[in-house]
């Protein structure tokens, strides 16, 4: 049984439909893995009226939850790098802000993969951290333009969309020009961007996403 079924599952539960909730607090025990927290959170949603920024936040959340729960050892791995090295509320807090900040389901999509990808050990908690705080920060249709065209290594003109990408770290200035001919090129960011969150799950692209991290790895300690 899924985590989300589990929770819901639980509603008829003393301990689940008491009335107390504390919508922060249960989100995180919830993002942890505690089924009773969100038995609490969907019993809640079900009882009582919701904004419409609450109604946004729980569909989010909702996906987030069913994404990451691929197998109950990937959700456990997950939960134990999002809290290691004494972490245990201020990362999943975080996480949480970024899910709510994020305005499209193809980014929580992308914060989905990312998240499997850091339970999986292809990435550490800082990248993860800087990919989820990129997704949250660029529009979709920027990063749309990213997957488009980061693997093609060449240089690009100035426009509107190389200024956003720019902005969030993801394009810099590999030319510059007194003419005014200046040319841009994506970042390694970028590239860990699409390879471990936009793109992670098409297998043709990156049929071994952790492959170049090792040899990264590898090189920087030789």
């Known amino acids: 049984?899924?985590?989300?079924?589990?929770?819901?599952?639980?509603?008829s539960d003393e301990t689940v439909n008491d009335g107390t909730v504390n919508f922060l607090g249960d989100s995180i025990s919830a993002l942890l893995g505690d089924p009773v927290a969100a038995g609490k959170l969907v019993y809640s949603i079900l009882r009582n009226p919701m904004t419409i920024r609450d109604q946004f936040f729980w569909s989010k959340f909702e996906m987030f939850l069913d994404g990451i729960d691929v197998s109950d050892k990937e959700r456990a791995d997950f939960c134990k790098r999002l809290t290691e090295d004494g972490t245990?509320?201020?990362?999943?807090?975080?996480?949480?802000?970024?899910?709510?900040?994020?305005?499209?389901?193809?980014k929580i999509q992308y914060l989905i993969n990312a998240s499997r990808c850091l339970s999986n050990g292809f990435i550490e908690p800082s990248l993860y951290f800087r990919i989820c705080h990129t997704i949250t920060n660029s529009l979709e249709e920027d990063l749309l333009y990213?997957?488009?065209?980061?693997?093609?290594?060449?240089?690009?003109?100035?426009s509107y969309v190389v200024?956003?990408?720019?902005?969030?770290?993801?394009?810099?200035?590999?030319v510059i020009d007194g003419n005014g001919e200046d040319r841009y090129k994506f970042t390694s960011l970028a590239n860990d961007?699409?390879?471990?969150?936009?793109?992670y799950d098409n297998v043709e692209r990156y049929p071994n996403p952790e492959k170049r991290v090792k040899t990264k790895i590898k090189t920087q300690e030789q």
């Open 146 to 158: 990213l997957a488009k065209h980061v693997l093609e290594d060449s240089e690009y003109e100035y």
């Open 163 to 174: 200024q956003a990408l720019m902005n969030n770290g993801l394009v810099y200035q590999s």
């Open 193 to 199: 961007l699409d390879r471990f969150a936009i793109s």
């Open 88 to 106: 245990k509320r201020e990362n999943p807090y975080r996480l949480i802000q970024a899910i709510d900040h994020t305005d499209t389901k193809n």
């Open 1 to 11: 049984m899924k985590f989300l079924e589990k929770a819901k599952a639980l509603i």
